[in-house]
């Protein structure tokens, strides 16, 4: 395709549009599956490699990779192009997915998996930054809502898909079948996507993407080894957190001079993006940290198979993927996108309130599964609008860096949520259960591979786990009523029906 400028851009057509989207559409599903497919194969990779020990990090180090990534992403695609940074990204993630899939050991697979994460990084992110390019406002909804629905889903058919891999071939197919389907996703972006002339000079910030990357992986292993691998009061956490802090300000002192920084500042000095970002941290803040526990709660205190607790989980993903398509197609045509995030997150808080009650006082499923799938419901209203409220807001050069924040915000929110949640829910073990009833002893050793492991369980034990997991879900409820009270703050800024428009003046 020829480059244009943004004084020359010529819209893009409809069908020109949705070829593009079905390559972004296959480079989701790719990010979003290979967040989940790799878990269910983890028994068989450990018997072939060996290291129980650091078999956690097979997942981590993809997660701690591609988080990391997410704004550095942004801001090469304002500076170079979509284009190119996607083929990267795409290129990145496929290599990571031959070497894993190559591994002789379980620490190069660790290694090969952070690559696999670092192309990963920008897999969504970018997707959403050519979405907001190519769809004017009034338009995204329904792009926004489709790629929302895509992970709620991929989400739930990961495990499956891993698992039917795994049976079949062997767990090395779990990362070679990306293979294909990546060649495909670069083909067909390939030959439709265009490429445009960066809006302004080239410049790369190396010592600001340096410093960022290095003290955000520092903050993000404190939560990831903090509790688990080492007290939280340990040295090397202390150490880990000062390293986090201490190049955490020296990247703050260093943009604050950079002309071309890597994440401008000057994002945070606008209202709406400042608002949104804090919302959606919240908001996975809160999801991540009670879903968590819901097939723990149906296996240990409803007393279902470990096959059947998954199942019971579904709704949470079908009330995300409908109402992220039903947003998409219907109530976004209002041209409005704050009534419906605060309708979702009205849901959300209900159904959090509702499912710590129900968890604390013994109801049935007849009460816990419509909450489940209200709150789902609730939450797939948030996060396609937000996104849409913050592309509308932020300048054309400033797009691309701030819808990957954005998402870097949402990931942080999800690892804030699992380490919290995880701490508080063994910090009420051991304040519940005493010194003589230690949450070692209370579940079964090899964890709830059998329903008949179930019986072993006693019914002190059961009242443990349920007011533990009771409680996450009412910390969970707080966190998103603060994201409710929040978003009532958030500005609103008319939609436009130009791809390339400034933002409009907010409106409260």
Request: aromatic share 8%; net charge neutral.
């Amino acid at each position: 395709m020829t480059s244009a400028t943004p004084d020359t851009f010529l819209p893009p057509t409809e069908k020109e549009i949705n070829q593009v989207f079905v390559g972004l559409v296959i480079v989701l599903a790719l990010g979003a599956i290979d967040q989940s497919i790799v878990a269910t194969a983890l028994p068989r990779i450990v018997s072939d490699l060996g290291g129980m020990t650091h078999l956690s990090w097979v997942v981590t180090a993809y997660v701690l990779a591609s988080t990391a990534t997410m704004p550095l992403y942004g801001k090469l695609s304002d500076q170079y192009g979509r284009k190119p940074v996607i083929y990267f990204a795409i290129v990145t993630f496929l290599l990571g997915s031959v070497l894993s899939g190559a591994a002789r050991n379980l620490m190069e697979l660790i290694v090969f998996r952070a690559i696999q994460g670092a192309g990963a990084g920008g897999l969504l992110p970018l997707a959403q930054i050519i979405i907001g390019d190519m769809v004017p406002p009034t338009q995204r909804g329904k792009r926004q809502g489709v790629v929302a629905g895509i992970f709620a889903l991929c989400s739930v058919v990961g495990p499956v898909v891993g698992g039917l891999i795994t049976d079949m071939l062997s767990w090395h197919w779990i990362f070679y079948v990306n293979l294909p389907i990546g060649a495909v996703a670069l083909v067909i972006i390939g030959r439709t996507l265009r490429q445009y002339t960066p809006l302004h000079a080239r410049r790369i910030d190396y010592l600001g993407s340096v410093l960022m990357t290095v003290s955000t992986v520092a903050f993000l292993l404190v939560l990831t080894l903090g509790g688990g691998e080492w007290p939280w009061l340990s040295m090397p956490i202390a150490v880990l957190g000062a390293f986090a802090l201490v190049t955490g300000a020296l990247f703050v002192r260093h943009v604050k001079h950079e002309p071309e920084p890597v994440l401008p500042l000057a994002l945070f000095h606008d209202r709406l993006f400042v608002i949104a970002s804090i919302v959606m941290a919240l908001t996975f803040m809160g999801l991540m940290g009670a879903s968590l526990f819901f097939p723990l709660f149906f296996q240990l205190v409803m007393g279902v198979s470990p096959a059947r607790s998954g199942l019971l989980t579904g709704p949470l993903m079908v009330g995300i993927a409908l109402s992220a398509l039903f947003n998409g197609r219907v109530l976004m045509r209002a041209g409005r996108y704050k009534p419906t995030v605060i309708i979702g997150l009205a849901m959300s808080t209900l159904a959090f309130g509702v499912l710590a009650w129900s968890a604390a006082t013994a109801q049935s499923l007849v009460i816990i599964e419509p909450s489940i799938f209200v709150l789902g419901l609730g939450l797939g209203l948030v996060t396609p609008n937000v996104t849409i409220a913050v592309q509308s807001a932020l300048a054309p050069v400033h797009r691309g860096v701030g819808t990957a924040t954005l998402t870097f915000f949402r990931s942080l929110g999800a690892l804030v949520g699992v380490a919290g949640s995880g701490a508080i829910f063994a910090w009420q073990l051991r304040t519940r259960g005493g010194t003589e009833t230690p949450a070692t002893t209370v579940m079964p050793e090899g964890g709830m591979t059998d329903a008949s492991v179930l019986h072993h369980v006693t019914d002190a034990a059961v009242m443990l786990y349920r007011h533990a997991i009771a409680s996450t879900f009412t910390i969970g409820a707080c966190i998103v009523t603060c994201a409710f009270v929040l978003i009532l703050l958030l500005p609103e800024i008319p939609f436009s029906d130009h791809h390339h428009a400034s933002p409009a003046p907010a409106a409260d």
